[in-house]
């Protein structure tokens, strides 16, 4: 299983970005998938997670009603749209997966997660 993240870049506060997270590997519809964040001296952070079907999402308060978590099952792709982009939004943005084989769940803690991709990151500028 690989999962290649990408879409970071420079962008202003109240900008938008939209992540990608490309996987190879096993049935990409049987994986929940989540992206999660790193700033710079600080512990990675839950930012959003989707289910395997994409019927249920999760998010972050710090992140909600600003970023939408989607998922292209044909595309073997995740996908993360943020918007309205605050200087704290700044970091290392990884997705990650893990096998579900029995419900249309995501999990919020990074420890459920057994894949990870290597990092697209993102700065926001005041």
């Known amino acids: 299983v690989q999962l290649q993240a990408s879409g970071g870049g420079l962008v202003q506060a109240g900008g938008s970005l939209r992540l990608s997270c490309a996987a190879s590997?096993?049935?990409?519809?049987?994986?929940?998938m989540a992206w999660f964040r790193q700033a710079a001296g600080e512990e990675r952070e839950f930012v959003a997670a989707?289910?395997?079907?994409?019927?249920?999402?999760y998010y972050a308060d710090s992140v909600k009603g600003r970023f939408t978590i989607s998922r292209d099952n044909a595309k073997n792709t995740v996908y993360l749209q943020m918007n309205n982009l605050k200087p704290e939004d700044t970091g290392a943005y990884y997705c990650?997966?893990?096998?579900?084989?029995?419900?249309?769940?995501?999990?919020?803690?990074?420890?459920?997660?057994?894949?990870w991709g290597q990092g697209t990151q993102v700065t926001v500028s005041s």
């Open positions: 989707i289910s395997r079907r994409g019927l249920n999402t």
């Open positions: 590997g096993r049935t990409f519809s049987t994986w929940a």
């Open positions: 990650a997966a893990y096998y579900e084989a029995n419900y249309d769940l995501a999990r919020r803690s990074r420890d459920g997660y057994e894949y």
